[in-house]
């Protein structure tokens, strides 16, 4: 089911945590919310659930499939909600806990008995957990929680599912595996979900679209693909994982950052500002002599080669950190160690330009 | 596992030695001091009351307890806390529900303000009924026109009852409640639950054990109120003596045996209810153990 929500504010007492948000959710995707925390993505997902309403304004309203459901409380809009701490019911057992949105509707609606408890167990081995139907939540892993939480949301057949940065609570490992695992749920499933994460390899990994949020605004919407490689804006670019910063200016129609002379393809009414040069670690190169190429000198201070990259930070000449890249194979060939005096050139970056003058 | 005593007693070698462990010395004296204390302040007044009580006989101890005024006592105490607890009950979940669960304005005074039974001295608290509740209070003459009796009467023991065990259950249960928070309401609304079904299946269930345990604490303070029942009481054989204030008469009156068979009952009142509230604990807890290894072995 289509979601849209249509400029959308809240403000909590002084702080506001979202400015006038619109968005498109398209009937069965999978579609992250990846921000800061305090970015306002939880606060838009309590929304869309009905847990917490939007500032009254007379333009703002959430639509499920073209329908108007501001109105609605949370019960009415049949939303499946996954808590980031699961808030399972501690009373009640897993079967129990499956089956609580079953059993709280109207007797009218409500499903017989074999029917709810047929329903219950293909749901248990969804989730793989039908040898611990009998368990209470304190007795099982997070990881083993998580998946009950999200059983217990699926039952009651959502219009949309939404998780509430669904594997914050857990380590490392489990993260993982259960990442992996509700991508294939969705696919199975096909109901149409939003999770929101402050993780950029969860939201990349896991989804077809990505929300970038910053300060109650979306800052980008686009394929894990546009966001990475295509950010449009510094935050996103910034966001999307380690990135090294030069500032400079453009100057005759080129950006220059201190010894780096770059092409500057804007327009000439940016003559003058100053700009801004992103570069990611992986797109730098390091070499022994100049290669013609834009480049600046630096000196290796650190090496750091235990891990699938490795990762070299420089000092460049005019004394900012640099921090580079590189495969373990062009590491070997190029065999520097610390303190060695080299070259960095960029392979690709993106300059950023102050788009008002003062 | 490593019992704490064989531990205390390798002490001496160092290899052995934990660090998280104070000295057996220190430990055994602290034990000794918190039993010495309970010994004395206790377990001995306890069986000072029952060794008195029945130091003339069975036969005086069981005329003492089934003479008319005891059993008119006996009557209106147990009507007193049929009253109160319930009320109290109500009013704490009620209380702390809101208080725990909601933000609102004066959210501060009304925690104050159900602390207040415990700062008050009982004495002042059956006053305050006196002054607005008896003959020449504020409502005094509208209560006489309409012949309603209260101070004096079993009304006002009965409000006197409910005003000094009125923290009780609220204060048992804000804590867990606020630990709890509301996410699992949360989840039940989104689920579709009403606002009666929240209630019974989800924030009552998890409070039940604190609940029972503030009924308690509740019953045990009604049936043992004195301050506060002896100003309104007026102390009327037969008909506004509650068994404290009974058990005051009677050693007014030098007739020791009897007040202390009548103390006696207090004092087994007072075990009984603490028994219960073991018992149902480990009933229970016992249960849950069960339902899950049933249900368990169900689903093999």
């Known amino acids: ?358 | 596992m490593a019992h704490p005593a064989i531990l205390g007693d390798q002490l001496s070698e160092p290899a052995r030695r934990d660090s998280r462990r104070e000295p057996a010395a220190l430990r055994w004296s602290l034990t000794l001091a918190a039993l010495g204390f309970l010994a004395l302040f206790v377990a001995l007044p306890l069986l000072v009351v029952f060794s008195q009580a029945l130091q003339k006989g069975l036969a005086v101890y069981w005329a003492a307890i089934r003479e008319p005024d005891a059993l008119a006592a006996i009557r209106l105490t147990l009507l007193a806390a049929a009253i109160a607890v319930p009320l109290n009950l109500v009013f704490g979940l009620a209380a702390a529900w809101a208080i725990a669960k909601f933000q609102f304005r004066g959210k501060n005074v009304l925690v104050t303000l159900i602390d207040l039974p415990f700062a008050v001295s009982p004495v002042i608290a059956g006053l305050i009924f006196v002054l607005m509740f008896g003959a020449q209070g504020w409502l005094g003459p509208w209560l006489g026109r309409h012949d309603l009796e209260i101070i004096f009467a079993v009304p006002g023991i009965v409000l006197a009852t409910v005003f000094v065990t009125f923290p009780f259950v609220a204060r048992e249960l804000i804590p867990l409640m606020q630990a709890q928070g509301t996410e699992e309401e949360q989840a039940a609304l989104v689920l579709g639950a009403g606002a009666w079904q929240l209630f019974r299946r989800i924030t009552l269930p998890n409070v039940k054990w604190s609940l029972l345990y503030g009924a308690i604490l509740c019953t045990a303070r009604a049936m043992g109120e004195f301050g506060a029942v002896s100003v309104v009481s007026g102390h009327i054989r037969g008909q506004t003596n509650t068994m404290p204030l009974h058990v005051e008469i009677l050693y007014n009156e030098y007739n020791f045996a009897a007040a202390f068979a009548v103390a006696s009952l207090l004092a087994l009142l007072a075990l009984v209810t603490l028994g219960v509230k073991r018992i149902l604990e480990w009933r229970i807890r016992q249960l849950h153990r069960d339902i899950a290894a049933l249900a368990e072995a169900g689903e093999a």
């Open chain 1, 1 to 358: 089911m289509a979601i849209e929500v249509r400029h959308i504010s809240k403000t909590f007492g002084g702080f506001t945590a979202l400015r006038d948000v619109s968005l498109e959710v398209r009937d069965g995707e999978l579609l992250a919310l990846l921000g800061p925390s305090g970015s306002g993505k939880t606060t838009l997902l309590r929304i869309i659930a009905g847990l917490e309403s939007a500032d009254p304004r007379p333009e703002s309203a959430v639509l499920f499939e073209g329908q108007d459901v501001t109105r609605q409380d949370a019960g009415q809009r049949r939303v499946g909600f996954v808590f980031q701490h699961y808030a399972l019911f501690r009373n009640m057992t897993v079967f129990e806990n499956i089956a609580f949105g079953l059993r709280v509707r109207p007797r009218a609606l409500r499903s017989s008995e074999p029917e709810i408890r047929r329903r219950v167990m293909e749901l248990l081995e969804l989730i793989h957990l039908q040898e611990l139907a009998g368990r209470y939540p304190s007795q099982l892993s997070g990881g083993q929680r998580q998946r009950v939480a999200l059983a217990r949301a699926l039952a009651i057949q959502p219009k949309v599912l939404l998780l509430d940065e669904p594997f914050g609570a857990l380590d490392a490992k489990v993260r993982q595996g259960l990442r992996r695992w509700l991508r294939k749920l969705h696919d199975e499933v096909h109901v149409t979900s939003l999770f929101v994460t402050h993780d950029q390899d969860e939201a990349l990994e896991v989804a077809d679209r990505v929300v970038v949020t910053n300060q109650g605004r979306i800052e980008q919407v686009g394929t894990p693909e546009e966001v990475f490689h295509h950010p449009a804006s510094e935050f996103v670019m910034d966001f999307m994982g380690h990135v090294n910063l030069f500032h400079g200016r453009i100057e005759s129609g080129k950006a220059v950052f201190g010894p780096l002379v770059l092409h500057h393809n804007g327009s000439s009414a940016s003559e003058g500002r100053s700009a801004r040069l992103f570069v990611r670690p992986y797109d730098l190169d390091i070499a022994h002599h100049h290669n013609g190429k834009p480049s600046l000198r630096a000196r290796v201070v650190r090496i750091q080669s235990a891990g699938p990259q490795v990762k070299v930070e420089l000092e460049s000449e005019t004394g900012e950190p640099v921090s580079v890249e590189t495969s373990h194979a062009q590491f070997g060939e190029l065999r520097v160690s610390s303190g060695d005096q080299v070259f960095v050139s960029l392979r690709d970056a993106r300059i950023f330009t102050e788009d008002y003058s003062i």
